[in-house]
T-cell receptor
Framework: NAGVMQNPRHLVRRRGQEARLRCSPM?????VYWYRQLPEEGLKFMVY????????ESGMPKERFSAEFPKEGPSILRIQQVVRGDSAAYFC???????????????FGPGTRLTVT | GENVEQHPSTLSVQEGDSAVIKCTYS??????FPWYKQELGKRPQLIID?????GEKKDQRIAVTLNKTAKHFSLHITETQPEDSAVYFC????????????FGSGTRLQVQP
């Protein structure tokens, strides 16, 4: 049973370029969450999505950041016109169906480490 | 919104000793409290969790306690081993609706052999 998959694992972008981070949830999971972790810090919530729906984007910066989880394919976190302050590890997590005893457990992927030069 | 505070930020123990990490939360509506272990450069791993309808949960050497009235919860690791060395994060959320995890700032645990 494959876990949460993320790619790429490492991404280097120059200032002003776009970064696209992909996340495939665990099999059977329909909820995806994105978190950002700055060096030596905890994880900060960004966005919570279900298939074709953004449920909660209260942690997303208002500009340059967007996320989607299409009917087919992985969830994508997109950062336009990256700046040095965007350098961080971006983790995706997934959880199972909407109801049930384990529906709130979130399992994390290996992360994408974004470096902006 | 929810705010989670975690103490201590670093903890060093001798192998075989116990380790305790404490967290407090601010939102009385929070009802789900997971703990994650993160080794350097790796993903956070869910190690134990507790819901607000129970006061204590144990899994082998790891236990979590919850005091809803005081809004704090703790992780207890007994008989620590060098492989327990990692950063531990507590978190709080609702189990329905808005499910975003609010994390504490982490505790770096070092188990000295």
């Amino acid at each position: 049973n494959a876990g949460v998959m993320q790619n790429p694992r490492h991404l280097v972008r120059r200032r002003g370029q776009e970064a696209r981070l992909r996340c495939s949830p665990m099999k059977g999971h329909s909820h995806v969450y994105w978190y950002r972790q700055l060096p030596e810090e905890g994880l900060k919530f960004m966005v919570y999505l279900q298939k074709e729906n953004i449920i909660d984007e209260s942690g997303m910066p208002k500009e340059r950041f967007s996320a989607e989880f299409p009917k087919e394919g992985p969830s994508i976190l997109r950062i336009q016109q990256v700046v040095r302050g965007d350098s961080a590890a971006y983790f995706c997590a997934s959880s199972p169906r909407s109801s049930g005893i384990s529906s709130y457990e979130q399992y994390f992927g290996p992360g994408t480490r974004l470096t902006v030069t | 919104g929810e705010n989670v505070e975690q103490h201590p930020s670093t903890l060093s123990v001798q192998e075989g000793d116990s380790a305790v990490i404490k967290c407090t939360y601010s939102d009385s509506a929070s009802n789900y409290f997971p703990w994650y272990k993160q080794e350097l450069g790796k993903r956070p791993q869910l190690i134990i969790d507790i819901r607000s309808n129970v006061g204590e949960k144990k899994d082998q050497r790891i236990a979590v306690t919850l005091n809803k009235t005081a809004k704090h919860f703790s992780l207890h690791i007994t008989e620590t081993q060098p492989e327990d060395s990692a950063v531990y994060f507590c978190a709080a959320s609702l189990d329905t609706g808005r499910r975003a995890l609010t994390f504490g700032s982490g505790t770096r645990l070092q188990v000295q052999p």
